[in-house]
Each structure stands twice: as structure tokens, then as C-alpha cells.
């Protein structure tokens, strides 16, 4: 699992994990058993977190040597106080010289002045920004406030700057419709697919001046334990995850969600041609009941617009949900071919791997933390349909996947067969 800054933890969330180090320490070999214990009781990022709580909390009682949690506060506040002040001087000296020798300077000097050193930054120190710098030059005697800044930069603006000022608040739109996780060149897609004509360098810049970027993928843990004694269907995918149709491959595998009320597992089954999720399913437990739950809506799904799902083949790792007596029974009912590569192994389910590792990107550590189940299942829902319909999606040409099933029955359409009867 990928480290998390402790910042990111509420402070009453800290507090208990030192709480519990200490109620539980003596059930443990060690006291890093313990800390190691109550990270993942707690859903903490690693156990090293949680020994640096522990250890401040340490110092904090005067227990061990070191720098207080106030002594650290008072620390960042004196030193953030002298940056200020140095920014401050540093602007002060600037704008000393841009006013030498003159008197009451013209008011588009003074808003050109503000624009040219906006963003600017002396020796690593902090930026300059549009305030501090009307602080500067009021205590200079130039009096001018942001607001004024502002109201008279906007009619001076060029044509440029205008159409900028318009396609921040679209680029913000979109970023924000789709969880955030947007970066420069999926945002540049979507305008252009809604008729907003833009180049992607001037989507890359805004983005930077918004501060807007993309989500980043980390590690995932793993969640599949294998049942040594279970017999195993062969694997029949061999890592080719790029069927020349719909129907063709499903792919299907497990992965979870820390919520304070305990861990939520979900499953999900692929369809392989364009990765659109066609079933999933949250719970409680890592069971087979979890996984027929998936399967079941995956086969309804296409069943219900008429397609066949007989000869797919249903690839999986080696998961004992995935190898019971009670998921092969149901496969072998809907004429449906196992396939099953190694456990712990990434490429033998790579597809569903990714699959797995974009749900956790997009949605869960970025909107967490999570209450409980029905939270996480309620979400999943929402993002589930957004990935299939709205999503752009590099592997199906920058269209949704559901978008890429639609035009290859469109260009196929005798192997779309609507035979059933869906009352």
C-alpha cells in the first residue's frame, strides 16, 4: 500500500491509534507488533505512521526526548513569520525602485507592475502574490487594494487573457464531473468532444495556474488467497487481454476498501474488448457468494440486451472464491469457459489488476474516508456508471467503453443476436 502523510489523518484518529499501541502492547511479542496490529485494525497507510504518533506522543508526555508537538507548531509559525517578512522586504525593495522618481503613478502602471511580478518568487522564498503585493506598495504610499487590482486589470485584459479566464471555469468543470482524476490531456479530449475547441499545451497551462491535475496510481494489496487443494481450470488467456470482440473474455478479481466500521471487499467482472465493467458486487467478507454475486449480474447484463454468453471465457487468478465447487457449477450453467492464471502473480490478471487499480485511484482514496458499506457500494455504483458511459478511456481511442462495445456492434451487427425475451 502506498505511504500516506500523516496529515491526511484526523487528529482524534491519531490520539486512538497511540491509545490502543498502549492497550495493547503487552498482548504482543514486541511493541512494533502492536503498532503493526492497530495500523491495520485502523486502516492506517503503514505501520511507520503509526510509530511516529506513537513516538511523539512519547515526547509530547516528556516520556522521551525530543521536539514537542507545540514546540513544532511554534517552530513552523516563527519560521513561516521570518518567510513573510522576507518576501515582504523583497517586495518592498522592488517596488522602491519601480517607483523612483516618480509621483502618483498612473493606475495601469501600477496594475502592469502587479501582473509582471505576480507568481514571482526571490531565492526559494515564498511567492508573491497579488495581496502582498498590494500590501507593499500601500505601506509605500500607493494605495491599491486587490478588489481594485482586479476591476482594473479586467477591462485592459487582452484577448487572450479573456478566453483564458473562459475556458478555466470549462476545464474546472470538467475536472471536477469527473472525480477529479482528469489530467491535461483527458480534459483536452472531453472539451473537444463537447465542441470546445482548445489545444492541450494551453489545457496543460491552465491546468498548472488552476493547480488542477490528475489522479496518480500507487500499489495495491492483495486480497486473493489461494486454496491449495481446489482443483484449477487451465488457463486458457495466457496474458492476451485483447479479444477482437465483445463477449469474447471476461475478467473478474477482488480487491477492497478500509471503512471505519471494518474492510469492504469488492468484486468486479471485465469484459476484456472494451473494459467495461459488466458486474460487480460489495460485502463484508471474501467470499464465493461475493463473486457468484458478480457473475450473476455480469451474465444478466448481457443477457438482458440479447447478447450470448455462451464459449465467453471467465478468467480469474487463483483465488479459492474463484476455484469453489459453487462458482465452477454456475460457469458450467451458463455455458460459460474458466480460465485461471497463478496467485500473487499481477500479469496472469493484469487487465483486472488495472481495473482494480484505477477504482482505487479515482474513487476511493481520493473521497475517503469511508463509513461503511453501504457508503462504499453507493459510490461504486455511481462510479461504475460514470466509468462506462462518461469515462474516456485511452485503450478504447479516447471514447468510453461502452461508447467502443456500441460501434462495433454498429459495424457488426449479425453478431449482436436478440433472441431472448425480456419481459
Not at 70 to 92: D, F, G, T, V
Amino acid at each position: 500500500m502506498k505511504s500516506v502523510s500523516s496529515k491526511k489523518y484526523p487528529q482524534e484518529l491519531r490520539e486512538r491509534a497511540v491509545r490502543m499501541v498502549a492497550e495493547v502492547r503487552d498482548q504482543h511479542e514486541s511493541e512494533w507488533a502492536a503498532i503493526g496490529a492497530v495500523a491495520e485494525f485502523l486502516g492506517v497507510g503503514t505501520a511507520e505512521t503509526v510509530r511516529k504518533w506513537v513516538r511523539q506522543g512519547q515526547v509530547d508526555v516528556g516520556a522521551r526526548a525530543g521536539v514537542t508537538t507545540e514546540e513544532s507548531a511554534e517552530l513552523k509559525r516563527l519560521r513561516r513569520e521570518n518567510a513573510e517578512l522576507k518576501r515582504a522586504n523583497a517586495i518592498l525593495k522592488s517596488a522602491s525602485n519601480f517607483l523612483r522618481g516618480r509621483t502618483g503613478p498612473a493606475p495601469a502602471l501600477i496594475v502592469r507592475y502587479i501582473s509582471d511580478h505576480q507568481g514571482h518568487r526571490v531565492d526559494g522564498g515564498l511567492r508573491w502574490g497579488v495581496e502582498s503585493i498590494c500590501a507593499a506598495l500601500t505601506e509605500l504610499g500607493v494605495k491599491i487594494a486587490p478588489s481594485t487590482y482586479y476591476e482594473h486589470r479586467q477591462p485592459v485584459s487582452s484577448k487572450r487573457g479573456r478566453r483564458d479566464e473562459e475556458l478555466k471555469v470549462e476545464i474546472t468543470r470538467v475536472h471536477r464531473e469527473n472525480y477529479g482524476v482528469y489530467g491535461a490531456r483527458k480534459v483536452w479530449l472531453q472539451l473537444n468532444r463537447e465542441g470546445i475547441d482548445v489545444a492541450r499545451c494551453t489545457v496543460e497551462r491552465l491546468m498548472r495556474q488552476l493547480g488542477l491535475r490528475g489522479a496518480v496510481r500507487g500499489r495495491v494489496k492483495r486480497t486473493t488467497i489461494g486454496d491449495p487443494a481446489a482443483e484449477r481450470p487451465q488457463d486458457l488467456v495466457q496474458r492476451k487481454f485483447a479479444p477482437a470482440a465483445p463477449n469474447r473474455l471476461w475478467v473478474a478479481d477482488m480487491t477492497y476498501v478500509s471503512t471505519w466500521s471494518g474492510w469492504v471487499y469488492v468484486a468486479f467482472v471485465i469484459d476484456a474488448y472494451a473494459r467495461r465493467i459488466i458486474g460487480w458486487r460489495t460485502g463484508t467478507t471474501m467470499t464465493t457468494a461475493l463473486v457468484l454475486d458478480a457473475i450473476e449480474q455480469a451474465i444478466w447484463t448481457r443477457e438482458r440486451a440479447g447478447w450470448d454468453v455462451k464459449d465467453v471465457v471467465h478468467h480469474t487468478d487463483r483465488g479459492a472464491q474463484y476455484t469453489s465447487i459453487a462458482f465452477t457449477e454456475r460457469l458450467a450453467e451458463a455455458g460459460i469457459q474458466p480460465s485461471v492464471g497463478a496467485v500473487g502473480s499481477s500479469y496472469d490478471n493484469a487487465l483486472a489488476e488495472t481495473i482494480n487499480g484505477l477504482y482505487k485511484t479515482e474513487l476511493i482514496k481520493p473521497r475517503g474516508p469511508w463509513r461503511n458499506a453501504d457508503q462504499v457500494e453507493f459510490a461504486t455504483a455511481e462510479w461504475v456508471d460514470w466509468f462506462n458511459y462518461r469515462r474516456l478511456y485511452q485503450y478504447c481511442g479516447d471514447v468510453p467503453p461502452a461508447e467502443m462495445e456500441a460501434a462495433y456492434y454498429a459495424q457488426h451487427p449479425a453478431q449482436h443476436l436478440v433472441g431472448l425475451s425480456h419481459q
